[in-house]
């Protein structure tokens, strides 16, 4: 992508300062997208973005510059302004790095790279979408399919010598629908994804992940509300991981813990949780949509085990929470692209599998909210509050799921929920999605077995 020798004279041009660690970061991305609403193509769109950034370190200070301008006086210009930034002094010309290309493996095939001539299949498929979803149920009054992939290949050096390469594949597809009754609305959504090609879609029941957006939305508009107090609350596996990955998983990367800001900060070897919650973060797992071969610091991704039967065994941490921490990386540093400096980010966050079934678990609940899907949310690291709405939900009344029910919002604390955790299913599974933070939005998996809260506060009100 750039001759490794422009690539050490930037990173010996960023330490003539005084800086102690150099990086540099190369990428190359072509993204793809299509959109329908309603039946009808109205997005088709394709781009490329090229650039290139660096961060220089001293001790826990950093800084980050980046540019998409490649010739090489504008990289050295590009080095030499960041390298202003350190405080510090040091000699010019001091340092002589030599960088050492490291080959790594594949953990993630691809078999059909996404290209410009997939696009009439492409169509075909979210037409596909739209009439599974729009012939679901006669409230629903809209839909919105939308299909992107992105190839991202990287190129990531060090001053200590690292030179690695490597190339990422996206692919996912977004349908929502929307249901009216009246003067309601609700809408619907399901958003599969994969590290992976244009196989992934090939091989999606595209049909039932539509059905499955127009069920909640022609479901939750004919609903009454929900009910408001502290109640048992019994949560879905695949997305509903997500309340952990908001609630707590930010709350365990070095971004916050470092700096003290994380309620879970000097509690390794604490009960953090209920002895039922074993959590980990894997960006390992074969074409998971937050699986990767190398985080964005050239660091092999692996398995990191964060709380194990309700004891805090670690944290998410990247090379600058390595440096203020006094502990090893875990191979989670991350960014959405040349433009943001690397921070700690999940991967594959979940709960492990327990051993009660999803039977069980509502067969053992007098009465609560079943929350089968959960939306959007929120959470404060420093205290873990959090509040969740509650894309689909249920009354469970004598150890049944009842009517279902909408406007449910699940309020709490990330340290309180974990330890209120009182059943744990055995049908562990992910759902994918985006994550925002300081390092920019990211594609992550969120997963969980079925699992019951024994008390939660939930935000509602009575019906109409």
């Not at 690539?7 to 300062?17: C, K, R, S, V």
């Not at 309180?416 to 998996?445: A, K, Y």
Request: include cysteine; proline fraction near 4%.
């Amino acid at each position: 992508m750039i001759h490794p020798t422009q690539i050490q004279d930037m990173l010996q041009a960023a330490l003539e300062t005084g800086g102690d660690f150099a990086e540099v970061f190369v990428e190359d991305r072509t993204n793809g997208q299509l959109g329908m609403t309603g039946g009808v193509v109205d997005t088709a769109l394709s781009g490329r973005d090229f650039g290139i950034g660096i961060r220089i370190m001293k001790e826990h200070f950093s800084v980050y510059a980046y540019t998409s301008d490649l010739s090489e006086q504008s990289l050295i210009r590009l080095a030499k302004s960041a390298a202003r930034a350190i405080r510090g002094g040091g000699a010019p010309g001091t340092h002589t790095i030599t960088l050492h290309p490291h080959t790594i493996p594949n953990q993630h095939p691809i078999a059909i790279i996404p290209d410009g001539s997939q696009k009439r299949a492409k169509i075909d498929m979210m037409r596909r979408a739209h009439e599974a979803a729009s012939q679901y149920d006669p409230s629903i009054t809209q839909t919105s399919i939308g299909i992107s992939n992105s190839i991202q290949n990287v190129l990531i050096a060090n001053s200590n010598g690292l030179l690695v390469e490597d190339t990422r594949t996206y692919t996912r597809m977004r349908i929502s629908a929307i249901a009216t009754a009246g003067e309601h609305r609700q809408s619907g959504f399901r958003g599969p994804g994969a590290y992976a090609g244009t196989e992934f879609l090939e091989n999606l029941n595209i049909e039932e992940n539509a059905r499955h957006a127009a069920r909640i939305a022609s479901t939750m508009v004919k609903a009454g509300y929900a009910p408001s107090g502290r109640l048992p609350v019994v949560i879905e596996n695949g997305f509903g991981g997500v309340l952990f990955h908001e609630a707590c998983g930010h709350g365990l990367e070095s971004t916050a813990v470092a700096h003290g800001t994380s309620v879970f900060a000097n509690k390794i070897g604490q009960q953090v949780a209920s002895p039922l919650v074993t959590a980990v973060d894997d960006g390992t797992i074969p074409n998971a949509w937050g699986s990767l071969n190398i985080d964005d610091e050239g660091a092999s991704t692996q398995r990191n085990v964060l709380i194990e039967n309700g004891i805090l065994k670690g944290y998410l941490i990247d090379h600058m929470g390595s440096r203020q921490m006094g502990v090893p990386a875990t191979g989670s540093g991350r960014r959405q692209s040349y433009k943001f400096a690397p921070a700690s980010r999940m991967n594959n966050t979940f709960i492990a599998n327990g051993e009660s079934t999803r039977e069980e678990i509502i067969a053992n609940t007098e009465y609560g909210i079943y929350a089968k899907s959960l939306g959007g949310g929120s959470v404060n690291t420093s205290t873990s509050d959090f509040n969740f709405a509650v894309e689909e939900a249920y009354m469970i009344r004598n150890g049944k799921i009842a009517e279902p029910v909408k406007g449910a919002t699940l309020i709490g604390k990330g340290i309180e929920t974990l330890q209120n955790i009182d059943m744990v299913g055995n049908n562990l599974d992910h759902g994918q999605g985006m994550c925002g933070s300081v390092s920019g939005s990211l594609p992550v998996n969120c997963g969980q077995p079925t699992i019951r809260v024994s008390e939660m506060t939930v935000g509602g009100r009575k019906g109409e």
